[in-house]
C-alpha cells in the first residue's frame, strides 16, 4: 500500500522467542496502529501511536509491547511469543482520526511454533 | 459496550446484481463509520465513510446508508462485478481512544459469474 511497509512480510518463530515487527510510512501522519486479524474475531487493536513516544494500549494488548522513537516507524514486539500469537499483523496510519480513512499495511503473517 | 458487528457472514450475488451488506453498531455516541474492503492476502482498503450527521453518502458504484435509531449500517454495492468479491468490514471511530477503530467480524461477498 502506498506510503505504508510492513516487514517482514512473513516470519516463523519458536514459542518463547521475542519477535519485532516494523511498520514504515513515509506518509508524516501523526497516528499509527497495530491491529491483529484472526478467523472470527475480525481485526482487533494491539497499541496504537498518537506521537513520537506517545502510545497506548488497545483491546489485546497483553504480551506486546511498542515503540515509535520517529514518526516514520512504529514497532510491535512479541516480549516471549506464543502460540495464541499466531495471527496475521496489520499496521494502520492516519492523519486525523476522523477525517478521511485510514490506510493499512499489506500485512505480516506470524507463526509462532 | 463495544460491539459492531455484522448480520451475515457470507453472501453470494450474481455478477450485474446489486449487493447490500449490512452492519449493526452499539455505540450511540459513534459518529463516525467506515466501510473497508479486504482481498485475500492484503491489508483492508478502504471504500466509504459517512457522518452520523448524514444518513446516506454515495460513491462510485457504492451507497452507505445509516440508521442511527437502530444503529444500523448497510454498504450498497451497484451492478456487482467479479473484482467485488472479498470480505467487507464495518468499522466505528472511538475519538476518545486515540482514533482507534473497532471492526465488525466481516461479511465475504461472493460473485458469481
Known amino acids: 500500500d502506498a506510503g505504508i511497509t510492513q516487514s517482514p512480510r512473513h516470519k516463523v518463530t519458536e514459542t518463547g522467542t521475542p519477535v519485532t515487527l516494523r511498520c514504515h510510512q513515509t506518509?508524516?501522519?501523526?497516528?499509527m496502529y497495530w491491529y491483529r486479524q484472526d478467523p472470527g474475531h475480525g481485526l482487533r487493536l494491539i497499541h496504537y501511536s498518537y506521537g513520537v513516544k506517545d502510545t497506548d494500549k488497545g483491546e489485546v494488548s497483553d504480551g506486546y509491547s511498542v515503540s515509535r522513537s520517529k514518526t516514520e516507524d512504529f514497532l510491535l514486539t512479541l516480549e516471549s511469543a506464543t502460540s495464541s500469537q499466531t495471527s496475521v499483523y496489520f499496521c494502520a496510519i492516519s492523519e486525523t482520526p476522523g477525517i478521511g480513512g485510514y490506510t493499512f499495511g499489506s500485512g505480516t503473517r506470524l507463526t509462532v511454533v | 459496550g463495544e460491539n459492531v458487528g455484522l448480520h451475515l457472514p457470507t453472501l453470494s450475488v450474481q455478477e450485474g446484481d446489486n449487493s447490500i451488506i449490512n452492519c449493526a453498531y452499539s455505540?450511540?455516541?459513534?459518529?463516525?463509520f467506515i466501510w473497508y474492503k479486504q482481498e485475500s492476502g492484503k491489508g483492508p482498503q478502504f471504500i466509504i465513510d459517512i457522518r452520523s450527521n448524514m444518513d446516506k453518502r454515495q460513491g462510485q458504484r457504492v451507497t452507505v446508508l445509516l440508521n442511527k435509531t437502530v444503529k444500523h449500517l448497510s454498504l450498497q454495492i451497484a451492478a456487482t462485478q467479479p473484482g467485488d468479491s472479498a470480505v467487507y468490514f464495518c468499522a466505528e471511530i472511538y475519538y476518545n481512544q486515540g482514533g482507534k477503530l473497532i471492526f465488525g467480524q466481516g461479511t465475504e461477498l461472493s460473485v458469481k459469474p
Open positions: 455505540n450511540s455516541a459513534s459518529d463516525y
Open positions: 506518509e508524516n501522519h501523526r497516528y
